[in-house]
């Protein structure tokens, strides 16, 4: 079983299809999301990927108290550190360093098991081997959770470090 992603063929001219199929051709870890295939024809775009019957994380977020929907700590554990694995793959395990820019519960995809898998590289930036500056010409990812030196350079210059720590804040 698959799932495709059918993108809106009013995305800046294919810009963020583009993007994620480059990114997703370069990445094999067991918590990322694998890109099956992809179909681009006229103004049509799709993206095919595993399908994950159990959903994102967003459908499994549920107060302690809430016994019936609640996975257990043990379980939540186990999805932070895979998802942990993967965003350390992402940044350290590639040829070139990749910065998702859009952590967040609905970008992380469980498999049967509740084996968390990283998706949704629109938004994802290539980086160059040395990862102490990253190139930055607008702001991505989720508004409201940026590292400062995005919004100013009295802060200093945008790091991989620096935005690091900030995705970590997201989960």
């Not at 009013?10 to 051709?25: H, L, S, W």
């Not at 919004?151 to 945008?158: A, I, L, P």
Request: some cysteine; aromatic content about 12%; hydrophobic content about 40%.
């Amino acid at each position: 079983m698959v799932a495709v992603k059918v993108l809106d063929n009013t995305e800046k001219e294919g810009n963020d299809f583009i993007n994620e199929v480059r990114i997703m051709g370069k990445i094999h870890h067991i918590n990322v999301v694998r890109l099956l295939g992809f179909c681009a024809e006229g103004t049509y775009r799709a993206l095919v990927y595993n399908f994950f019957p159990n959903g994102s994380l967003q459908s499994f977020i549920f107060p302690p108290d809430d016994k019936e929907h609640f996975l257990g700590w043990e379980k939540l554990q186990h999805i932070a550190l895979g998802t942990a694995k993967g965003i350390e793959y992402l940044h350290q395990g590639c040829t070139h360093p990749i910065i998702h820019f859009d952590i967040n519960p609905h970008n992380v995809l469980l498999d049967d098991n509740f084996n968390p898998k990283i998706s949704d590289f629109g938004l994802a930036k290539l980086c160059s081997k040395n990862p102490s500056l990253v190139s930055m010409t607008c702001c991505r990812g989720n508004f409201g959770i940026h590292c400062a030196e995005v919004f100013s350079r009295n802060f200093g210059n945008v790091s991989y470090k620096s935005i690091f720590i900030v995705m970590e804040c997201c989960c």
